[in-house]
């Protein structure tokens, strides 16, 4: 069976132009020679266009910096000043807000336009809000924290609202990856480990409101909507897009390259 | 498991959720000393030297979020229309959210939310909903809150002669439905030029806070002449 494309392009408003050549001949290299290619490691960026007051749920898919600050990722004052970030907080179910404000040293600020010392960090996996202040195309390049061969796990608490997003840059379907290693996209499948009825929020900015699917294996392509009936495709995502996910017990999510 | 269904269902009837933010490239305000609030029978543009609302010691500035249940589909006149807005302002037509915030300490003319807030419901205010909505501003000297007895709003009502230094003032007015989800749409945006499938956030940049008027030179004067011939008589009396 052939893997599903770990990147595909042309999507509308979120495009990703990772360096498809390098990537393309190590994941080759894998599949034709069964080399074992496990340290290698495959930077890129991806390019996401945001339009000014739009909420948009999105996730950084690589390593940016030293630590995924919001310095590193938008540097040199690169998002518009009073562009908001908002952090969830899983605890409170509250958002953490911050803003860029130029007229600062390290160029953020809180809710309350005061200065902060500490900025905050975007770290690979973990969702956040963006609202810019202007429409912008955010380009995120990095390395991408999954090492060919290699796979990401993330444990997920019972019930706990988890807002993340892969830990690789893709795009497709969310059923798509290697059930063992996750290689190949977001592994969201029984076979895979994640528990029936598990929830996956999809945020629409449209309306400000989320469509909620759930993982039920009775059905045959595994997924259903809010009220358990089937759906006639499992849930896709785009890019550098984020989403909550509600565990109906504890697992791992194992995610690949 | 109760707060999650609460944060994320989309319930008919139940309060929506909006986002209380204050973004500078939204909303900023400054003074005008031009003592002609519409509220007062005076114009509602005029010139005036306006002043800075930045939070410095003796200077405060609050503001409060106001919504009607009046939307037609369209903007209503702000601060440019008095006939529109004001007039009906302190009528009951105007509701108060209970969001407030107050001048900012970073630069002028930057509001600070109090607090802010993603997930703000506003009792009244239901999923799909769209209200109308302005803020209001005012020098603290007027007061801490906007509605009751005690509050602003009563006070604007039933006063027309204030202290030296008193303002109050009306952004532009938007539309806004509540959201289901959290985070809810932005009250204020930078996108409130423009009117999205969630309506009209407030954009009103250089809100201005007209200097409410005061007892004029002549009654001042006129008042000193009448106690000074109090006093006079009382001498011949002697």
């Known amino acids: 069976m052939a893997r599903p ?3 595909l392009l042309g999507e509308p408003f979120m495009r990703t132009k990772t360096l498809l050549t390098a990537l393309a001949a190590l994941a080759a290299g894998i599949l034709t020679s069964n080399a074992q290619v496990y340290s290698a490691n495959v930077v890129g960026y991806a390019s996401v266009a945001t339009q000014n007051g739009a909420y948009t749920l999105l996730v950084i898919p690589f390593q940016i910096g030293t630590s995924n600050g919001v310095n590193e990722i938008w540097p040199n004052a690169s998002l518009p000043d009073f562009s908001q970030i908002l952090i969830w907080n899983p605890n409170n179910f509250t958002y953490t807000t911050y803003q860029s404000d130029s007229g600062y040293a390290n160029g953020w ?17 973990k969702g956040f809000f963006l609202i810019p202040s202007a429409n912008i195309t955010n380009t995120f390049s990095g390395a991408i924290a999954v090492n060919v061969g290699n796979s990401n796990k993330v444990s997920l608490a019972n019930g706990a609202y988890n807002l993340a997003g892969g830990a690789v840059p893709y795009a497709g379907s969310v059923t798509n990856g290697n059930p063992a290693t996750g290689a190949g996209g977001l592994n969201m499948t029984a076979a895979a480990g994640w528990p029936d009825f598990t929830q996956l929020l999809i945020w629409n900015p449209n309306n400000f409101t989320y469509a909620t699917y759930q993982t039920d294996s009775g ?13 006639a495709a499992p849930p896709t995502v785009t890019v550098g897009q984020g989403f909550f996910i509600i565990p109906s017990a504890d697992f791992n999510w194992t995610v690949g390259l | 498991m109760t707060l999650c269904v609460v944060t994320f269902s989309v319930a008919a009837y139940s309060q929506g959720f909006l986002t209380w933010s204050t973004s500078a490239s939204a909303i900023t305000a400054q003074t005008n000393s031009t003592s002609i609030s519409p509220l007062f029978g005076g114009g509602s543009t005029g010139g005036g030297a306006q002043g800075s609302t930045i939070n410095t010691a003796g200077t405060l500035f609050y503001y409060e979020l106001l919504f009607n249940t009046s939307f037609n589909g369209s903007q209503v006149a702000g601060a440019s229309s008095p006939s529109n807005s004001f007039a009906t302002l302190f009528g009951g037509t105007w509701l108060d959210t209970g969001l407030s915030a107050t001048n900012a300490s970073s630069a002028a003319g930057r509001l600070s939310p109090n607090p802010g807030n993603t997930g703000a419901q506003v009792t009244g205010w239901g999923v799909g909903v769209t209200n109308n909505c302005v803020v209001v501003g005012w020098s603290a000297n007027l007061g801490t809150v906007w509605g009751g007895v ?4 009563n006070l604007l009502a039933t006063t027309s002669n204030f202290a030296a230094g008193s303002f109050f003032g009306v952004s532009a007015a938007g539309f806004i439905a509540a959201a289901g989800g959290n985070p809810g749409p932005a009250v204020i945006s930078s996108s409130g030029q423009t009117a999205t499938s969630q309506g009209l956030p407030i954009f009103s940049l250089n809100t201005q806070l007209y200097a409410l008027p005061v007892p004029e030179p002549t009654t001042i004067a006129l008042a000193g002449l009448g106690g000074l011939s109090l006093l006079l008589f009382r001498r011949r009396k002697v």
């Open chain 1, 219 to 231: 059905y045959a392509n595994g997924w259903a909507d809010v009220n358990d009936n089937p759906v």
């Open chain 2, 150 to 153: 005690s509050g602003v709003s």
């Open chain 1, 109 to 125: 600020a809180d809710v309350n336009d005061n200065p902060i010392s500490s900025l905050p960090t975007l770290p690979v996996g």
């Open chain 1, 5 to 7: 494309p770990l990147v």
